[in-house]
């Protein structure tokens, strides 16, 4: 049972560019959270959502940040015209049920120049 | 706005017991403990979790106070690739709601 699959694993765009990560969650699992984790500090969450629904959206920044994950495929986050802040590791977790255990994906490193 | 404060960074031996204390002091009733752990900058992984009894797996026991305010890790045999950060998360929310919110953690460095 493969686990939970993020990529690219690393992203290099320019200030302005748009910038789109994937999150595929493990088998049987309908829950997808994402989270941002900034060099040295802990995980901060963003978003919460279930197959075609937005169930949390308290962490996620006002603007140029938006989620989905639609009834097929995978779970995107997406980041319009990046500026340098939003240089960070970007992390997807998935559980079976919302409440249940989270087991996260190895990340996404995006660098904006 | 964490719920849990942890040490910042603890050593031990390869070999002995590591006790990685978390307190929760603002803990609800229903809300659980869940510890993860991030080696180098890896994806967070799974230890274990609780509500208000011990709890114990393969990789680790949970030892919860009576007062559900604070709890203790334990990896009974630390080895020098249980180095990593170690978080104590409370989840927080209602059914259907539910979220971590996570601390700062503590970087535990296991020495040879």
């Known amino acids: 049972n493969a686990g939970v699959m993020q990529n690219p694993r690393h992203l290099v765009r320019r200030r302005g560019q748009e910038a789109r990560l994937r999150c595929s969650p493990m088998?049987?699992?309908?829950?997808v959270y994402w989270y941002r984790q900034l060099p040295e500090e802990g995980l901060k969450f963003m978003v919460y959502l279930q197959k075609e629904n937005i169930i949390d959206e308290s962490g996620m920044p006002k603007e140029r940040f938006s989620a989905e994950f639609p009834k097929e495929g995978p779970s995107i986050l997406r980041i319009q015209q990046v500026v340098r802040g939003d240089s960070a590791a970007y992390f997807c977790?998935?559980?079976?049920?919302?409440?249940?255990?989270?087991?996260f994906g190895p990340g996404t490193r995006l660098l904006v120049l | 706005d964490a719920k849990t404060t942890q040490p910042p960074s603890m050593d031990c031996a390869e070999g002995r017991a590591a006790n990685l204390p978390c307190n929760h002091s603002?803990?609800?009733?229903?809300?659980?403990v869940y510890w993860y752990r991030q080696i180098h900058s890896q994806g967070p992984q799974y230890i274990i979790h609780?509500?208000?009894n011990n709890e114990t797996n393969e990789m680790a026991s949970l030892i919860i106070t009576e007062d559900r305010k604070s709890s203790t890790l334990i990896l009974p045999h630390a080895t020098l690739r249980d180095t990593a950060v170690y978080y104590c998360?409370?989840?927080?929310?209602?059914?259907?709601?539910?979220?971590?919110?996570f601390g700062t953690g503590t970087r535990l460095k296991v020495l040879a």
């Open positions: 998360i409370v989840r927080v929310g209602t059914s259907g709601t539910y979220k971590y919110i």
């Open positions: 977790a998935s559980s079976p049920q919302g409440g249940e255990t989270q087991y």
């Open positions: 609780g509500l208000k």
């Open positions: 088998k049987g699992h309908s829950h």
């Open positions: 603002t803990i609800s009733g229903n809300e659980y």
